[in-house]
């Protein structure tokens, strides 16, 4: 089991941008993939990112709507997961959670408790 608990969001303006965290209790990037997910008022969950394990190779991959702007990344010392928004639009204003999955079991993995990203016009 891993804790996972997300930082960053606030309020820009469209165009701007933003840079989450998502700690991580324990070290789980050699075997786990972390994602970020979102949620936006009256809609369903939908995947933002992923970034796989160290094992898997790293690879970063992202939804058609945030590709060109949103970056994963993480900081395997400080068992941390981040996503870098830049040219924010009004559309991605959602509540953004961290998920990590342990890639060999799979399952719904864990998640953090979300963090609110409102983009204005």
């Known amino acids: 089991q891993v804790q996972l608990v997300e930082s960053g969001g606030g309020w820009v303006q469209s165009g701007g941008s933003l840079r989450l965290s998502c700690a991580a209790s324990r070290s789980i990037f050699s075997t786990y993939t972390t994602a970020w997910y979102r949620q936006a008022p009256g809609k369903q969950r939908e995947w933002v990112a992923r970034i796989t394990s160290i094992t898997d190779g790293g690879m970063r991959i992202y939804a058609s709507p945030v590709k060109g702007r949103f970056a994963i990344s993480r900081d395997n010392a400080k068992n941390t997961v981040y996503l870098q928004m830049n040219s924010l639009k009004p559309e991605d204003t959602a509540v953004y959670y961290c998920?990590?999955?342990?890639?060999?079991?799979?399952?719904?993995?864990?998640w953090g408790q979300g963090t609110q990203v409102t983009v204005s016009s």
């Open positions: 998920n990590a999955v342990p890639e060999r079991i799979g399952g719904l993995g864990s």
